[in-house]
């Protein structure tokens, strides 16, 4: 018998095992242990562990991520000041504009939405409270990089790479940190297909209080509505206003 597992490599096992029952949609014993590579014994113990403590629930042998999650992720972004300050922005941003409106924040070097809001014209994309997405291909995600120091931009790229999405996405860090520098100076980001072929997005940073993540505002929407002057100064505009109206409600509320 081999030395016993310890508590860090359980752990990991454990989160390993309900993040491909997220990306499996759910998912048997022998399709969890194939797509990890991991003992049937040893998933079938971690399964039921996590079953038994309420955050994966099964029917018929099928597992799936149970609402505990979303039980901790609300608590999570109902402490989160900025949260509250954004919510109200990010729904008049969908009606002004009639797109799909989003906020995020950046934790452990990626982008995290914590609201969005559906114009009467908005596509349907695959955002949702709570989704994590890489920062070098989103408006939202380089919004957010440009803001941070160069010591942790050099520290994301090099955790997380800089893998293409689509055909546009920027894949190589001189390029990136080229943007970055032209969003800085022009105090807005765009994402012209790099993450959604057809997707079209512009982002304005939230410049935050101490204590508060880094955050961006976003509106999102196809590449037939997103253009000209609408894609290069109504909507920066827009987000501009409502970033700014985030960061004084921060600071005197």
Known sequence: ????????????????????????????????ASDLDIAKSTVHNHLQTLEDEGYITSDGGVYRVGLRFLELGEYKRNRMDIYEKVRPEVASLA??????????????????????????????????????VKLHCTALGKTILAQLPEARIDEIVETHGLPARTENTITDRAALKEELADIREQGYAYDREERLPGLRCVAAPVIPEAGEPV??????????????????????ELLRSAANVVEINLVHS
């Open 1 to 32: 018998m081999g030395p016993k597992e310890n508590t860090i490599t359980a752990t990991r096992t454990s989160l390993r095992i309900v993040e491909a029952l997220k990306r499996l949609d759910g998912a048997g014993l022998t399709a969890v």
């Open 95 to 132: 009606e002004k504009t009639g797109e799909m409106a989003n906020a995020a924040v950046e934790e452990h070097g990626e982008g995290v939405y914590i609201t969005r809001a559906e114009g009467t014209q908005a596509v349907t994309v695959d955002t949702y409270a709570g989704k994590r």
């Open 215 to 236: 955050a961006a505002l976003s509106v999102s929407g196809p590449t037939t509505r997103i253009e000209g002057d609408r894609f290069h100064d109504e909507i920066p």
